[in-house]
């Protein structure tokens, strides 16, 4: 289950949503936030802080000549990957620790993620304004892009959806569910 999806560009929120469980409904993806409150908007700015410190710090140590980069991390609480595109976009996915997820796996689904929703429903989108970011697609005029995540997450096998339960190939772990932010 993912815990949030934090997508910005260099220092404005594009999106961000928190999940949690549903246990009364037959949609166990339920979003939590539509909007980033003050105190939400303060601990994504520490996390989008926390991100270039960390993509500085490996383009730092890895030397001029490396195609090294930061991808993810791990603590008993949650797990962060961040992705970054080209264009500048960067995305950054909290979800539970799972020590059975590739890391080749979530790199190719947030490929598709970008390439399959966010570039088609966001970037094409002639509503949306990259200048006059709302912290929420909604609000941009993106609702399609918002409705398909929900369905693009579900459909990933390294998420989840039955509560409190990740099921991951043969194997499943129970894992708390606990905030992030």
Request: with cysteine; net charge negative.
């Amino acid at each position: 289950m993912i815990h949030s999806l934090l997508i910005y560009r260099e220092k404005s929120i594009i999106h961000f949503e928190e999940f949690r469980l549903n246990d009364s409904s037959n949609d166990p993806l339920l979003s939590l936030s539509p909007k980033a409150t003050d105190y939400k908007e303060h601990s994504l700015r520490l996390i989008m802080g926390m991100m270039s410190g960390l993509t500085g710090m490996i383009a730092m140590l890895s030397g001029p000549n490396s195609s090294s980069k930061f991808e993810s991390f791990t603590t008993p609480e949650y797990r962060l990957d961040y992705y970054e595109t080209v264009s500048g976009y960067k995305f950054v996915v909290m979800s539970p620790p799972n020590p059975h997820v590739s890391q080749v796996d979530i790199r190719a689904d947030f490929d598709r993620l970008y390439s399959l929703l966010f570039v088609p429903l966001v970037i094409r989108n002639p509503l949306f304004d990259p200048e006059k970011p709302t912290g929420n697609l909604r609000d941009s005029h993106c609702l399609a892009f918002v409705e398909e995540l929900r369905t693009h997450f579900r459909s990933l096998a390294w998420v989840g959806t039955e509560a409190p339960i990740l099921h991951v190939g043969p194997h499943t772990t129970s894992l708390p569910l606990q905030p992030l932010i």
